[in-house]
């Protein structure tokens, strides 16, 4: 079975604070707490997910949940994945937007993408400047605000006033259907055209909220993003495939490290699915917080031996598990004990 909030709220309530705080904030605070801390201890297998992404403009970008991609195969043929650094290796492809192709490798664009695309781009694959529009599944959020950050066609960040960005009405989809739209009774677009977004701050809402470019001349709209509910402060990381041949529409398959999403309601599932760690984890924020450090500790490493335990206990047999990869550029050679 998977454990849910519920079930973590019940288990490790009497050990915050030693059971005596009765505060239900308290304790949902301390299970966020313990569940990110751990998460940022280990690629435990309940922390990992096998995502599969089509590309636009030979980039994907994760979802909210995921931290980072651990391995990706591409077109079904394993691939590698690269930080940041590499185009300015010495032996490295060197700037990949002026290179005909390098590989078919994954590259690290790094996080805080606040849209899951880039601004569309014209046929000179000019970025082309573009208004804004914001829409909701639920009426309930129609007339709150979302402020985008920016910049304009001029490279002028945006501002309204002395404040930095604009804020943008939301408005809603005709008649509830998604993807539905009057053109004579559109949503409130932005007044500045942007050629850049920066950041998105969103309240919380009821719906999801889709934020959208849009043209006037032809009505034409263009996807950016679509944000969760609970989301106020979107960030995601985007990777870029190294070869100009993996355009749109490719099959891109990622084993990627989850990262925390705070627990809200009863229903969540956890991230960490060991009761006994995260009562263990409880434990030692306890402790720290009473400035007990060595028994914090103590807590802490018995959280994480409980994790490696489940792990080995989950572990395939070895004729099925992952066994030895050999990426065919650095071959092993001759080498007949090795199976």
Request: charged share 25%; with cysteine; net charge negative.
């Amino acid at each position: 079975m998977l454990y849910t909030l519920a079930h973590a709220r019940s288990f490790v309530s009497p050990f915050v604070e030693s059971g005596t705080c009765p505060n239900k904030q308290v304790v949902l605070d301390r299970i966020n707490e313990a569940c990110r801390r751990l998460m940022d201890e280990g690629d435990w297998r309940c922390t990992l997910a096998r995502f599969r992404f089509v590309t636009n403009n030979n980039t994907i970008t994760l979802p909210r949940n995921a931290e980072a991609v651990l391995h990706v195969d591409i077109d079904t043929v394993p691939r590698k994945v690269f930080g940041q650094s590499y185009e300015f290796l010495e032996s490295g492809p060197g700037e990949l937007d002026v290179q005909d192709g390098y590989g078919s490798d994954l590259m690290d664009l790094g996080g805080g993408w606040p849209t899951f695309f880039e601004m569309p781009y014209d046929d000179d694959n000019a970025v082309i400047p573009s208004t804004l529009i914001a829409l909701s599944t639920k009426t309930e959020d129609v007339g709150q605000l979302i402020t985008i950050r920016g910049f304009t066609s001029l490279n002028n960040e945006v501002f309204t006033g002395a404040t930095p960005g604009e804020q943008l009405r939301i408005g809603h989809w005709q008649n509830g259907v998604e993807g539905v739209l009057n053109a004579n009774d559109l949503p409130d677009r932005s007044v500045n055209t942007f050629i850049q977004i920066t950041a998105v701050q969103k309240p919380v809402t009821r719906g999801y909220i889709s934020l959208y470019t849009y043209d006037s001349s032809d009505h034409r709209m263009y996807f950016l993003g679509k944000y969760h509910p609970e989301e106020t402060n979107p960030g995601y990381r985007r990777y870029r495939l190294a070869s100009p041949d993996f355009d749109n529409a490719r099959n891109v398959l990622c084993l990627v490290k989850l990262r925390h999403v705070e627990l809200v309601h009863d229903t969540d599932v956890l991230p960490i699915q060991s009761l006994d760690a995260l009562k263990a984890m409880v434990i030692a924020i306890r402790e720290e917080n009473a400035g007990n450090d060595t028994k914090a500790e103590a807590s802490r490493v018995k959280a994480i031996r409980i994790l490696e335990r489940q792990l080995r206990n989950s572990r395939e047999s070895p004729s099925e598990g992952e066994g030895l990869q050999v990426i065919s550029e650095f071959a092993l050679g001759s080498a007949p004990n090795l199976q």
